[in-house]
């Protein structure tokens, strides 16, 4: 769904820009209350082509969208994870992201999913994972903790694990 527009000129940073006609843009502290023009806030976005919710995820649906929300009379929102302020001249500018949320090569990964799937392991007991840029690509990267000696955890078993759970 595309809710903001920007143009996009030299010499002038890159924004979300502003929302595009019959949308909603709302940015909101953590009770929920629009913040002043220039402080950060959550993004929510609202309108027409606004999805459902998530295929047949009802508790990350609940979490994410909300109805009859009264954002500025928007009766459906939902919440971006997206940390925004609104510049002077009202174009929305990224300040960064609420959640554990990054994107890889136009992918949006969830980095605490790769840490739930890496702990199903039988010897995981916890795991971290980062996004890293080496020789000019990002990647992903994992440290756990294991039980027992370390140099006995297959690698080849962990990764086929990701690989059966997670896309490529």
Known sequence: ???????????????????????GTHIVDESLRPVPRGEKGELFISGPTLARGYFHD????????????????????????????????????????????VKIRGFRVE??????????HPRVRAAAVRLVEREGLQQLAACVVVD????????????SLLEGRLPP
């Open 58 to 101: 009802s508790a990350l649906t609940g979490e994410r969208f909300l109805e009859g929300s009264g954002f500025q009379g928007a009766r459906r929102v939902y919440r971006t994870g997206d940390l925004v302020r609104c510049t002077a001249d009202g174009e929305l500018e990224f300040c960064g992201r609420l959640d554990t949320q």
């Open 148 to 159: 027992g000696p370390p140099e006995r955890l297959d690698r080849g078993e962990v990764l």
């Open 1 to 23: 769904m595309n809710t903001t527009v920007a143009e996009c000129c030299p010499g002038r940073p890159v924004t979300i820009g502003r929302p595009l006609s019959g949308y």
């Open 111 to 120: 980095l605490c999913e790769v840490e739930t799937v890496l702990r199903e």
